[in-house]
């Protein structure tokens, strides 16, 4: 939880990991890539405070995730969205034993979501089964661009893919979490595309789809398929940062948002390690919108900040909220 | 051939390279910083080569525009006359090798990446060309309502309404990249194939726009900021369009 100015916010991040990107799991020259862009996005974007050096940031402990989130990141649940990124690591990039470990030891503070790939076909519908017999999971993530052999990538419209959805519904993973890459076949088409994203929004209407990163780099597409479709969903990892070093861009992006989809359906993440939640946090709650850019997007009122850092996430997850920090019922973001 | 001819034909690859754009940010790659050098090299007195080394923000940037920013770059050179010869060489990409050998040897898209294309990018081209004409048509029609200009309005506007400036010149360029009218009577604000959109139907169009516009403007901060931090390099006319 955090406060400030009498204000309480109960906080969910949304998008966090604990990853091994070492050289010692690194497959191929891919991994290596991989992580180091990553590193670029945590350097560019951070205060120069937060930023770690490289060994660190390729693989942290359990230690510095639990001391970094819950002891002074204020985060009172964070969200496990794994990537496993198979062909360019050789124990796959998400740490699922430590992170399952870990969800043992803080039950109340942790969600591990789980992952799929339609190109598992029936055996990773089996898996999938297996694993919600396991444990209950509320949710997985998916990421159309990891790598598979020849396979540069998948789209969710994909047959396979949509008897993995209709499979989530049986199962109750209600929560779909979508990342999207840049290499999905086939190539020459824009890989950022979110159409199918879409398709499948309407097809599975008990399903939630939560785009990671507000589909960045094409926000324009998302906003419109969010503005028809009630279960699209939006995560800001990757955009909130940009308040530190890009502040009248952030306005932009949070204002246009918040006027294709309204702010019930914003979810913050941090994308931990990637960046740190306590500076995320505390700069969003001191946050606003720039005067001149007021006249067009509005304000952020406490109301829609607190939704946005915790009481969204919260619904779709079925997290218990403190009374102390449930919405106030004063009016919202004041109108244009 | 002398330093100063060899000087300036390298002014002139420069100034080529200018004309190439990445399609996905509407800037020029030169802008962006994506141009680490350019080297021209004698081979007799009638021929030189030119050899131009490009990088880009990030060593998983889709190698869809990736390649097509290098096979621009190819034409683009080989169309400077002094330039017999010219050697596009992409650096730490993940797909660098295959985009080098395929845009040299002008075998297209498909047959660079054999098994993972379904085809050429002519498509995706046209979709950026349209999104960028869109986030330039957006400034304009932003530039007229600060003016006064009430939106109803906007759907009998011309060309001619708008004022001189790089706004306006950039919305010519890409209204001539689609083969839109850009005579001073045609009208403003025209749809992706130019037909012009109705008054009712323009505030929703533009308030699209809009969002268009934030989109591309975002992106080019982004990939500028990742190449200034991949490179450590400050990457010059921040805001330059």
Not at chain 1, 157 to 179: F, M, P, Q, V
Not at chain 1, 225 to 232: L, Y
Not at chain 2, 43 to 49: L, R, W
């Amino acid at each position: 939880m955090y406060s400030k100015d009498g204000e309480n916010y109960f906080i969910v991040d949304g998008h966090v990991a604990l990853w091994d990107g070492s050289p010692q799991n690194q497959a191929n020259r891919y991994g290596k890539g991989f992580i180091e862009c990553f590193y670029d996005y945590h350097r560019n974007l951070s205060p120069a405070e937060w930023v770690w050096p490289l060994e660190k940031f390729m693989k942290y402990s359990e230690a510095d995730f639990v001391h970094d989130l819950f002891e002074t990141g204020y985060v009172d649940t964070a969200i496990f969205q794994p990537a496993y990124l198979s062909d360019f690591y050789t124990h796959g990039f998400h740490r699922r034993d430590a992170a399952l470990a870990l969800c043992g030891q803080y039950p109340d503070k942790l969600v591990l979501n789980e992952a799929w790939d339609p190109r598992y076909g029936e055996a990773g519908l089996e898996r999938l089964e297996a694993l919600a017999a396991a444990r209950e999971v509320k949710g997985v993530k998916l990421y159309t661009a990891e790598w598979k052999g020849d396979s540069k990538g998948w789209k969710l419209t994909d047959e396979w893919s949509c008897r993995y959805l209709a499979k989530c519904e049986e199962l109750g993973i209600r929560n779909i979490h979508i990342h999207k890459g840049p290499t999905v076949y086939p190539l020459n088409r824009d890989a950022f595309d979110v159409a199918d994203v879409d398709d499948v929004a309407t097809a599975f209407p008990g399903l939630n789809f939560i785009i990671e990163h507000v589909g960045l780099p094409r926000l324009e597409d998302f906003c419109w398929i969010g503005t028809q479709e009630p279960n699209v969903y939006g995560g800001l990892a990757v955009a909130i940062p940009f308040m530190h070093s890009r502040p009248r861009y952030f306005a932009q992006i949070i204002g246009e948002l918040l006027y294709w989809l309204d702010e019930d359906r914003i979810l913050f993440g941090s994308d931990y390690a990637i960046w740190h939640p306590k500076w995320l946090v505390e700069q969003f709650v001191d946050f606003q919108i720039p005067q001149d850019m007021q006249s067009e997007y509005g304000v952020l009122t406490p109301d829609v900040k607190r939704k946005i850092l915790g009481l969204n996430a919260a619904k779709l997850y079925d997290l218990k909220v403190p009374a102390e920090a449930s919405a106030s019922s004063s009016t919202d973001r004041v109108p244009a | 051939m002398t330093t100063a001819t060899r000087t300036s034909v390298d002014v002139l690859v420069w100034d080529a390279l200018g004309t190439v754009l990445d399609p996905e940010l509407d800037q020029p790659i030169t802008d962006l910083g994506f141009v680490t050098e350019v080297r021209v090299r004698e081979e007799s007195s009638s021929a030189c080569t030119a050899l131009v080394r490009l990088r880009l923000p990030t060593y998983f940037c889709a190698p869809n525009f990736a390649y097509l920013m290098v096979a621009d770059a190819h034409d683009a050179v080989r169309g400077v006359d002094a330039v017999t010869g010219v050697e596009i060489r992409l650096e730490d990409h993940f797909a660098a090798e295959e985009i080098n050998a395929g845009a040299a040897a002008e075998q297209g898209f498909a047959k660079t990446f054999p098994r993972q294309a379904g085809g050429e990018l002519a498509d995706l081209r046209l979709t950026f060309q349209r999104k960028a004409h869109l986030a330039c048509l957006e400034r304009a029609c932003r530039q007229l309502i600060q003016d006064g200009w009430q939106i109803e309005r906007l759907a009998r506007a011309t060309l001619s309404d708008l004022c001189d400036g790089p706004d306006a010149e950039s919305l010519l360029r890409r209204r001539a990249d689609l083969g839109l009218a850009t005579g001073p009577d045609a009208r403003l604000f025209v749809d992706d194939h130019g037909d012009p959109v109705s008054a009712e139907k323009l505030p929703a169009r533009l308030r699209f726009a809009q969002a268009v516009r934030v989109s591309v403007d975002g992106n080019a901060h982004f990939c500028r900021g990742l190449l200034e931090t991949r490179y450590g390099t400050r990457v010059p006319k921040e805001d330059a369009r």
